[in-house]
């Protein structure tokens, strides 16, 4: 066995961990980073795929979330492309809804159609009721504590019960805070909508997430290392504190010695590097409740013509399809992800459960009869280029916990640390809640190491 030192080793290079390491290199800390895989920045990252530049899972970055804040004081200059326009397609047709109050306008929009759907019928019409919802919705925001485990879908409840726009505020709640709305608690909805008024505008990054995290990745390798085709085996554990990890390089294995450790590879998979028998029964209690990883049906469909929005440059939400409503057709806002005259179009299809195993070969059925009927020109010019199902017990689930129910960052292991999305703060969401966990962990390893 082999021995370095290092200040602190960080396990993982998805978003939480890529922040905590660049944050504390610009401390002055010696960083050694590992990665399991050949690639940098697990779900916020790319691959080459014939000839697509295809994400491993986030494929928007918010405009205003940690990521950017993240690249600014990184001095990462790294080109991204603002999808400048957001449609909503309801019963068939498209609807551009403008910058502004797009919430408001989505909730009249859906009144009116639903007014005149109901002259037609002759039927009893459901209203939305905009103005009550949307300042209950402002009061509840300023207030999110007081509702405790009430479900979103109960608050909304109360005010109107038309289908459609239950079926915004869930398209919503499952894309953005991985739990649908009557699984999720309304008071993290509350406290999300508080702290990020909703993640508005999004960007697309023309080279692709994995450039970023490269980019990221010089910062910690201007003081320390950066090591990619190198698990971790093992977080070697003596007297209560952590002073090592193991790791598998060029077929070796390496002991390394360190004075912390800070893990982006999932609660679970951290207490199997510490070993069961270093952690207490309390921390495994709560990391059975807490964590709740979120299944998904990644989609990527390549095609000869744009699919749809007619290569508009803006992102479309499809209502009332049986499981996809997020569509990202990303080659109408950066041509460069898609080789020419060819197009991309990445998209999220959830289940109905957020909690429970999905019959994948199921989900796939439904995810293919929706892109048949949603995207007429599908099986004439288009093809699947991937179709990934990811269960809950997938290495990359869609989130590994719902908003409300995250892992704290500390272990029981006082040197030890966890980032990532299953350690989201109140109100944070994606990718940049995952960079915002990195940026909480300084304040902690910088009280218990010094340099």
Same mark, same amino acid.
């Given at each position: 066995m082999n021995e370095s +030192?290092?200040? *602190?080793? /960080? @396990? &993982?290079?998805?978003? &939480?961990? *890529? %922040?905590a390491a660049t944050l504390l290199s610009k401390k002055g800390y010696k960083i050694l980073l590992v990665e399991s895989k050949e690639r940098l920045g697990g779900r916020f990252s790319t691959i080459d795929y014939e000839g697509f530049k295809v994400p491993t899972g986030a494929s928007v970055i918010h405009t205003e979330g940690n990521v950017v804040r993240l690249m600014k004081e990184m001095g990462v200059n790294v080109e991204l492309r603002l999808a400048q326009r957001l449609f909503y397609r309801i019963d068939g047709k498209d609807y551009e809804l403008p910058r502004g109050s797009r919430l408001k306008m989505l909730l009249d929009l859906i009144d009116k159609l639903e007014i005149e759907k109901g002259k037609v019928a002759g039927s009893l019409i459901k209203e939305v009721a905009t103005r009550m919802v949307l300042g209950n919705l402002k009061t509840a925001i300023g207030g999110a504590e007081k509702y405790g485990f009430f479900t979103f879908r109960d608050w909304l409840l109360q005010f109107t019960d038309n289908e459609k726009a239950h079926e915004v505020f869930d398209q919503l709640c499952v894309s953005l805070l991985m739990a649908h709305a009557w699984e999720l608690p309304a008071s993290q909805f509350f406290l999300f909508m508080a702290k990020t008024g909703g993640m =508005?505008?999004?960007y697309i990054a023309p080279t692709g997430t994995r450039r @970023? /995290?490269?980019?990221? +990745? =010089? /910062? /910690? %390798? %201007?003081?320390g290392a950066v090591w990619t085709n190198c698990p971790a085996k093992k977080i070697v554990v003596n007297k209560g504190k952590a002073t090592g990890v193991v790791v598998e390089k060029d077929g070796k294995e390496v002991e390394l010695s360190c004075q912390a450790v800070i893990s982006d590879v999932g609660p679970k998979k951290t207490v199997e590097?510490? &070993?069961? &028998?270093n952690v207490g029964g309390d921390y495994l209690k709560d990391m059975r409740v807490k964590l709740r990883p979120h299944p998904a049906v990644l989609i990527l469909v390549a095609s000869d013509k744009p699919l749809c929005l007619e290569g508009i440059p803006g992102l479309l939400t499809i209502m009332g399809a049986r499981r996809i409503a997020g569509t990202v057709p990303m080659s109408n806002i950066c041509p460069e992800l898609a080789p020419p005259g060819q197009h991309l179009l990445y998209m999220s299809a959830e289940p109905l459960s957020s909690l429970l195993p999905m019959d994948e070969e199921y989900e796939k059925q439904q995810c293919l009869l929706d892109l048949k009927e949603q995207f007429p020109d599908f099986e004439k010019h288009g093809r699947i280029l991937l179709m990934e199902p990811r269960n809950i017990g997938h290495e990359f689930p869609e989130c590994r916990t719902w908003n409300g129910y995250g892992m704290p960052l500390e272990t029981p292991i006082p040197n030890v640390f966890n980032v990532g999305d299953a350690c989201l703060g109140a109100g944070q969401a994606g990718s940049s809640g995952a960079t915002e966990s990195g940026y909480r962990v300084v304040d902690l390893v910088r009280k218990r190491v010094k340099v």
């Open positions: +030192a290092y200040d *602190i080793v /960080v @396990i &993982g290079s998805g978003m &939480g961990g *890529i %922040a =508005k505008d999004f @970023i /995290v490269e980019e990221l +990745a =010089k /910062v /910690v %390798a %201007a003081r590097l510490m &070993g069961q &028998g």
